[in-house]
Nanobody
Framework: QVQLVESGGGMVQAGGSLRLSCAVSGRTFTTYHMGWFRQAPGKERAPVGAISSSGSRQYIADSVKGRFTISRDNAKNTVYLQMNSLKPEDTAVYYC?????????????????????WGQGTQVTVSS
């Protein structure tokens, strides 16, 4: 059974930084493409970023480009989301997700239904 466990969320003032971690267990981590999504109250789950199984390719959503970066450490079975210059509109529950493959051979999908496994989420709250 594959398990994803997020950590690192919390409350921070606008302009601050947080680093989220997602630890993966249960299968070979390097077989998974990884993604980060977020969901604010009353809104749909939205993609934030993604990284290929090897770590060589990354995607960052336009809404956070220039402020967030995604990385992974395959030796630690962990993917990270570094969030800088946080804004109140970044407040949401952040989820990591894993997928073995996507249609068309790409390394990410903006559709949350395309991911196979999910973590429980971690709350990020940014105060103004």
């Amino acid at each position: 059974q594959v398990q994803l466990v997020e950590s690192g969320g919390g409350m921070v003032q606008a302009g601050g930084s947080l680093r989220l971690s997602c630890a993966v267990s249960g299968r070979t981590f390097t077989t998974y493409h990884m993604g980060w999504f977020r969901q604010a109250p009353g809104k749909e789950r939205a993609p934030v970023g993604a990284i290929s199984s090897s770590g060589s390719r990354q995607y960052i959503a336009d809404s956070v480009k220039g402020r967030f970066t995604i990385s992974r450490d395959n030796a630690k079975n962990t993917v990270y989301l570094q969030m800088n210059s946080l804004k109140p509109e970044d407040t949401a529950v952040y989820y990591c997700a894993a997928a073995v493959r996507f249609y068309g051979g790409t390394y990410y999908s903006s559709n949350s239904n395309d991911y196979d496994y999910w973590g429980q989420g971690t709350q990020v709250t940014v105060s103004s």
